[in-house]
């Protein structure tokens, strides 16, 4: 059974950072692709950013450039995602997901496997 679990989420202040990330049971995932997604409460799950199967190509979302980091040691290894100078907006519920194939995917419907969610609480 193909299992994604996620870990890092928690309160910090604003300003602050938090690093979340993504470990992958039940199958290799070197050929897969990650991305990370959020969904805030009464919204919809947004795209946040993404990772090919190397960690050569990545692709971010307007709001997390420059602020958040996606990384892979290697393709066997977790996926993280390096979030800095967090915001109160930034309050959801981040989840990974994983998909096959060489390139990086930006929307929600190109992922196969999804992680049950871990919560990033920003305070103001």
């Known amino acids: 059974q193909v299992q994604l679990v996620e870990s890092g989420g928690g309160l910090v202040q604003a300003g602050g950072s938090l690093r979340l990330s993504c470990a992958a049971s039940g199958r290799t995932f070197s050929s897969y692709a990650m991305g990370w997604f959020r969904q805030a409460p009464g919204k919809e799950r947004e795209f946040v950013a993404t990772i090919n199967w190397s960690g050569v190509s990545t692709y971010y979302a307007d709001f997390s450039k420059g602020r958040f980091t996606i990384s892979r040691d290697n393709p066997k290894n977790p996926v993280y995602l390096q979030m800095n100078s967090l915001k109160p907006e930034a309050t959801a519920v981040y989840y990974c997901?994983?998909?096959?194939?060489?390139?990086?995917?930006?929307?929600?419907?190109?992922?196969?496997?999804w992680g049950q969610g871990t919560q990033v609480t920003v305070s103001s």
């Open positions: 997901a994983a998909r096959y194939g060489s390139g990086w995917y930006g929307t929600r419907d190109d992922y196969e496997y």
